[in-house]
């Protein structure tokens, strides 16, 4: 059992930054704490889901996609019960929902497939103005 909760978005101008985090729970995460690839993903309006920014909780692996990479980064907090995400030079196209993905992986790999994941959050809203 894994819940995964969002928080840290909101309304910023380009330019600025925010921090997402997420904060992981549920029997299965806390007793594989150290097995666990987590990730974020985003879905902005009208467009599919795609993933930003991942790691493996066990440590060593982190991946960021091409289109934040520079940034944004991923890191955990050292209970690896919090996921967060340090997005900077936000612009306009970032604007999303953003959503924290979890997937018990026991290997050291850091995933940005949707289809790897099969723990959701309920998301958070990130908006950028021009």
């Known amino acids: 059992q894994v819940h995964l909760m969002e928080s840290g978005g909101g309304s910023v101008q380009a330019g600025g930054s925010l921090r997402l985090s997420c904060a992981a729970s549920?029997?299965?995460?806390?007793?594989?704490?150290?097995?666990?690839?987590m990730g974020w993903f985003r879905q902005r309006p009208g467009k599919e889901r795609e993933g930003v920014a991942a790691l493996y909780t066990g440590g060593g692996v982190s991946k960021v996609a091409d289109p934040v990479k520079g940034r944004f980064t991923v890191s955990q907090d050292s209970t690896k019960i919090t996921l967060f995400l340090h997005m900077n030079s936000l612009n306009p196209e970032d604007t999303a929902m953003y959503y924290c993905?979890?997937?018990?992986?026991?290997?050291?790999?850091?995933?940005?497939?949707?289809?790897?994941?099969?723990?959701w959050g309920q998301g958070t809203q990130v908006t950028v103005s021009a």
């Open positions: 549920g029997s299965l995460y806390s007793r594989n704490r150290d097995l666990f690839c």
């Open positions: 993905a979890a997937s018990f992986c026991g290997s050291g790999r850091a995933t940005l497939q949707i289809d790897d994941y099969n723990n």
